[in-house]
């Protein structure tokens, strides 16, 4: 089946600079690749995603690439700011099913 | 806005009782997931329901753990004789299910955190 690493696990950055978590997946056939941000007892919440057919996707200060011949993925997030402190989670998904993959999730933590 | 229900938020029980988890997705959301999320970790699917049917439920440890959709709505994942290493949240997720490109978006509930002791 389908495997997503993540890194980094943790990662700290100064507010207001940019941030980068970068996931790789193993199944050439995965096609759809989201991204969810988790706060602290809370639900993950889709923040952006991407199909196989874009490289690059951006919403404000986030942005998603994909590089399909190397087979892996990656959030930008410019600007940081301390509401941005949460876990985020990619995920890779084949065809229709929608049976997303997880990575085991990176903790950002923006300093102020 | 419409969100996943989940009931209960928090469940302590011991080893070897029984525990249930509930699941009411969004209105209309024909595809409905049971994820379980381990502390430190990214959540992993358990079982995978269209409507009523089960579609996957290939990781779903079948000796002790149940799912149903009966009516094609709400779901119940149960969990019978509780072990220690069940201790986890239980994420509920939807999706409209429908479309040519995939299911859509996963609309995931607030979780069920299970502690056994």
């Known amino acids: 089946g389908e495997n997503v690493e993540q890194h980094p696990s943790t990662l700290s950055v100064q507010e207001g600079d940019s941030a980068v978590i970068k996931c790789t997946y193993s199944?050439?056939?995965?096609?759809?690749f989201p991204w969810y941000k988790q706060e602290l007892g809370k639900r993950p919440q889709l923040i952006i995603d991407?199909?196989?057919?874009?490289g690059e996707k951006k919403d404000q200060r986030i942005a998603v690439t994909l590089n399909k011949t190397a087979k892996h993925f990656s959030l930008h997030i410019t600007e940081t700011q301390p509401e941005d402190s949460a876990v985020y989670f990619c995920?890779?998904?084949?065809?229709?099913?929608?049976?997303?993959?997880f990575g085991s999730g990176t903790q950002l933590t923006v300093l102020p | 806005e419409a969100e996943v229900a989940q009931s209960p938020r928090y469940k302590i029980t011991e080893k070897s009782q029984a525990v249930a988890f509930w699941c009411d997705p969004i209105?209309?959301?024909?595809?409905l997931y049971w994820y379980r999320q381990i502390l430190g970790q990214g959540p992993e699917l358990l079982v995978q329901?269209?409507?009523?049917?089960?579609?996957?439920d290939s990781q779903l440890p079948k000796d002790r753990f149940s799912a149903e959709r009966l009516k094609g709505v709400d779901s119940t994942l149960k969990i019978q004789p509780a072990e220690l290493g069940d201790s986890a949240m239980y994420l509920c997720?939807?999706?409209?299910?429908?479309?040519?490109?995939?299911?859509?978006?996963?609309?995931f509930g607030e979780g069920s955190r299970l502690t056994v002791l």
């Open positions: 997720a939807s999706s409209l299910g429908r479309g040519l490109l995939g299911n859509g978006e996963l609309f």
């Open positions: 199944d050439s056939a995965s096609n759809y």
């Open positions: 991407i199909r196989s057919n874009v």
């Open positions: 995920a890779a998904s084949i065809g229709t099913a929608r049976q997303l993959t």
């Open positions: 209105s209309g959301h024909a595809t």
């Open positions: 329901f269209q409507d009523e049917s089960v579609v996957d």
